[in-house]
């Protein structure tokens, strides 16, 4: 017999308990919106290119390869990211998709290391992203990001050519950007040729995390003189970190050009327009009719995620929801590969 003690028992309480008061709340927000489709307007803004100084044509023609990083550090990840997996092969056959976990590192950065017991999983994978972009290039994909299209959707024609003098392409989030020189730029969707500049003071930036724990660096970052105008309306900037260091990198820096995206325009589109309440977004993504054609990608935060794959796991995923074409279009897949 199993010997479950107090702590365990309550812990679990806790769990199934907001679990089912989730998915209560879930049920009756679905028969009650289930004849209202969703109705949000994806509004693309126009490309936001960042120049400083005079930017070079990449030494040696370097193109950004077709190599998408992922990183979950369990074995087994969520059916949810899995599924952001899949997708993300679908959508670009043409594409390599290296989906990490702790054990897999090693075959790709040998040297890489950090110091685990003064960095948590965020600010580990933070440092993570760059050591691989520095090294090999390519394309980042947080395990949370869902594609509806495919990712030249996004940045062909703005830095994949070997011609290119853009050496990063990115989302930046409008709400903590107090201005656009540079605004603030989200790093859970990096696109890279290998070496490049920006990365590479970016990645030196985090040196002081990686050699001393997120709260000296948090520290060393709070007593910089310019540090409010680095953070501009950034909130939770000690989670953030990484944001900060680089807008360091890139104040730092003498030339560089970068391209950008507006993250609310579509990867947080849906957080928008439920005010940024992950029941409304789950609600919306999962458990109403989607009409139209849908965002390039969505963004799931943590609690996002954890919600949806809940949901997935439970069964209650709307077949006419985005979420639910998508699942259906992923299956329709899997039975034409099995034939």
Not at 164 to 169: A, G, R, V
Request: glycine share 6%; proline share 6%.
């Amino acid at each position: 017999m199993v010997n479950i003690s107090q702590r365990q028992t309550v812990r679990a309480i806790k769990y199934y308990g907001s679990a089912l008061a989730i998915l209560g709340r879930f049920s009756l927000g679905r028969l009650r919106f289930r004849n209202r489709p969703v109705n949000i307007s994806f509004r693309r803004h126009a490309p936001l290119s960042v120049v400083k100084g005079r930017p070079a044509q990449r030494a040696g023609g370097r193109a950004v390869p077709r190599i998408v990083w992922m990183y979950w550090n369990e074995l087994d990840p969520p059916e949810i990211v899995q599924f952001a997996k899949r997708r993300i092969e679908a959508l670009n056959p043409d594409y390599e998709v290296r989906l990490l976990n702790r054990h897999t590192i090693v075959e790709w950065l040998p040297e890489f290391n950090y110091p685990s017991e003064l960095i948590s999983i965020q600010h580990f994978t933070d440092v993570l992203r760059l050591d691989l972009l520095e090294a090999y290039g390519g394309v980042w994909i947080d395990a949370s990001l869902l594609c509806f299209a495919p990712l030249c959707a996004l940045f062909c024609g703005k830095i994949e050519d070997p011609k290119s003098d853009s050496d990063l392409f990115a989302f930046y989030i409008d709400k903590f950007s107090s201005h656009y020189d540079p605004p603030i730029i989200e790093n859970w969707f990096l696109a890279a040729p290998p070496g490049s500049v920006i990365i590479k003071a970016w990645r030196k930036e985090l040196e002081v995390l990686r050699a001393g724990g997120e709260e000296n660096f948090s520290a060393w970052l709070k007593a910089l003189p310019d540090y409010d105008e680095l953070k501009q309306e950034m909130l939770l900037d000690e989670y953030l970190v990484s944001h900060i260091a680089l807008q360091k990198a890139l104040k730092r820096l003498d030339n560089y050009k970068l391209w950008l995206e507006r993250a609310e325009d579509e990867a947080f589109a849906f957080q928008v327009s439920g005010s940024w309440d992950p029941h409304v977004l789950v609600r919306d993504l999962l458990g109403r009719t989607f009409h139209g054609k849908p965002p390039r990608v969505v963004k799931l935060t943590g609690y996002d995620r954890h919600l949806a794959d809940l949901l997935v796991r439970r069964g209650l995923v709307d077949q006419h929801s985005l979420l639910g074409r998508a699942f259906a279009e992923d299956a329709e897949s899997a039975n034409g590969d099995a034939l």
